[in-house]
Nanobody, 124 residues
């Protein structure tokens, strides 16, 4: 089992920045890939970014590329999502997720563990 706890959400004006954190615990070695997803009201959960614990690969959704940065601190079992130049359409609940394989990083249905989510609200 892997436990994930997100933090760092909040209310920010358009153009501002937030950094989300995800603390991983448990059998983290069994989940080599971590991703960030988001879900806005009335919409499906969508991929935001993902990385491998090894540091050998990162992926971003086109709508956040160049604005968001995913990173990790392996020693602390932490994954971060630095969000810059935020837009109102970035408003959503953001989830951290972990998976036991290194394929299909962008598919939420392929992730095994999920955090409880943290709300991000961007005002115009």
């Amino acid at each position: 089992q892997v436990q994930l706890v997100e933090s760092g959400g909040g209310l920010v004006q358009a153009g501002g920045s937030l950094r989300l954190s995800c603390a991983a615990s448990g059998r983290t070695f069994s989940s080599p890939a971590l991703g960030w997803f988001r879900q806005a009201p009335g919409k499906e959960r969508e991929f935001v970014a993902a990385l491998l614990w090894s540091g050998s690969g990162k992926a971003y959704a086109d709508y956040v590329k160049g604005r968001f940065i995913i990173s990790r601190d392996s020693a602390k079992n932490m994954v971060y999502l630095q969000m810059n130049s935020l837009k109102p359409e970035d408003t959503a609940v953001y989830y951290c997720a972990a998976k036991s394989s290194m394929v299909a990083l962008t598919s939420p249905g392929r992730y095994d563990y999920w955090g409880q989510g943290t709300q991000v609200t961007v005002s115009s």
